[in-house]
């Protein structure tokens, strides 16, 4: 099932890690015309843009839509969403990162579309072992078998809400 | 618990798998039942609190 709306979603902020500012960021769907920087990014967006199973949205901030700050790869799974892939530009990894939030952003876009598709806000996804006590402290997101996490609809309406304020179910 | 604080402490990464037919039938069944549980709850939540009106109105 591919996700049925393009929209520009108005998100929080991302905050400079330098200087504090905060910018107004936008989530949008990306398209096969998108272009992508194959050296700033570790997976191959091109190739997960193509397949039609999956819907790629990229953030940037509401005064440089140009430069992509993450990306994130969603299935509508039908009675949840399911979080294929995420990651931050180059620029917004490691300890040195110039950009916070960036992640929170996705995520929180992610459990947002779930509530949208009446799926409670439910949104899973495959966690590496060593970050499973990192994502269940910092999203609450709960282990399912050995490595399936997801995030429950308390804890989904929570970063929804954080991130996006005029979201109303 | 969530910590929007800790969140940027490490670099979030997902394993790019697909599960099995047998593995999404599995947790796509626990969502069915957790929320068939939930909505039993609501539902006798409303029918106590329908039940205590009529015998108020009755008193």
Redesign the interface.
Known sequence: MELDFEVDQITNSIENVISGEVFETLVSLATKEQIIEKTDWVFDWKSEIRDETKSVFFLTTENDPITIHGMISLIDKGDHIFMNLIESAKSNKGKNKLYKGVAGNLVAFACKTSFEKGYDGIVSFIAKIQLIEHYSDTLGAKLFGKTRMYIDTEESYTLTMNYFKNFDI | ????E????????????S?NEK??R???N???ER?AEKLKIVDSKRISKQHAQTVNTRI
């Open positions: 618990m969530i910590n929007f800790k969140m940027d402490d490490k670099d979030f990464v997902f394993i790019n798998e599960f593995e999404e599995v947790f796509s626990f969502l069915k929320k």
